[in-house]
């Protein structure tokens, strides 16, 4: 079971610059760790990230085995139009994860 | 007659924490086969930059000069750039010298963003220096590097 935390303003002002944060429920395994018989445990990881605004790519991120657990993102973007922001996580062995907020532009 | 030095406790402690730190270094050594050098970061370097020039400036990187645990040392890089249309940053990349992998995190950014800034949560596997690379819309390249002290190691311990 995975789930993610979308942290984006409800409402702003044409203009404003605001702030996203996402966090992602996901163990992120590096690959480089072994288990206590000498197996290594095979990497797992959430590789890439991106995030769109109404379809268009506003924001996009590459994960590596450095990312720690359950990744966590902040960044921007300036609010012009109420709409719809869409998150999509994709990693190792078929993982996809998505999620989306309003937003109300006044 | 020469008097004996008193084994004072700033010098015990002293030579406690030499020897610690001396009988630390191999073992740590040999319990991390794969790990990236400063050559594989210079390596990855040039991947993203194509060989071009990279000017220290512009970028800042706030990271804890010392962590205690690796596992998740929160990053934030942000860069001095207007955002508008015709000058924006197109990406930001960091690299380290010690993890198995020279990467860190490659965020693209739109000049929509407003706020050339990412904040993220990285493993780091050993002291070492972190460089944060800033694509602008021009074509050139900034850097920055920041020194981190790591006490307990990510990535690569074992599972007991």
Redesign the interface.
């Known amino acids: 079971m995975t789930a993610a935390l979308i942290n984006v303003p409800k409402k702003a002002r044409n203009g404003d610059i605001i702030e996203i944060k996402t966090l992602t429920s996901h163990v992120m395994e590096t690959g480089y760790r072994h288990t206590p018989r000498g197996e290594v445990i095979p990497r797992d990881i959430i590789t890439s990230f991106t995030c769109r605004f109404e379809g268009d790519e506003i924001f996009h991120a590459d994960f590596f085995p450095a990312t720690a657990a359950n990744p966590f993102l902040s960044f921007f973007t300036t609010a012009t139009k109420s709409g719809k922001f869409d998150f999509e996580w994709i990693g190792d062995n078929g993982f996809s994860q998505t999620a989306s907020a309003s937003i109300t532009v006044e | 007659m020469r008097r004996q030095p008193v084994p004072t406790r700033r010098r015990f402690l002293a030579l406690a924490g030499g020897t610690a730190a001396i009988g630390a270094l191999p073992v740590a050594i040999s319990v991390r086969p794969?790990r990236a050098t400063p050559e594989m970061m210079a390596t990855a370097i040039r991947t993203v930059t194509g060989g071009a020039n990279v000017k220290p400036g512009k970028v800042k990187l706030d990271i804890p000069p010392l962590v205690e645990n690796g596992?998740?040392?929160p990053m934030?890089v942000s860069v001095a750039s207007p955002m508008t249309a015709n000058d924006y940053v197109k990406s930001i990349h960091v690299f380290?010298e010690k993890?198995?992998?020279p990467?860190?995190?490659?965020?693209?950014?739109?000049p929509?963003?407003?706020?050339?800034?990412?904040?993220?949560?990285?493993?780091?596997a050993d002291s070492q220096k972190i460089t944060a690379i800033a694509k602008l819309s021009d074509g050139s390249f900034w850097s920055t590097t920041a020194d981190v002290v790591v006490t307990l190691a990510?990535?690569?311990?074992?599972?007991?």
């Open positions: 794969a596992n998740s040392v934030t380290n993890n198995p992998q990467n860190l995190g490659n965020f693209y950014l739109k929509s963003a407003g706020r050339a800034q990412v904040s993220t949560r990285v493993r780091l990510a990535c690569t311990e074992d599972v007991i």
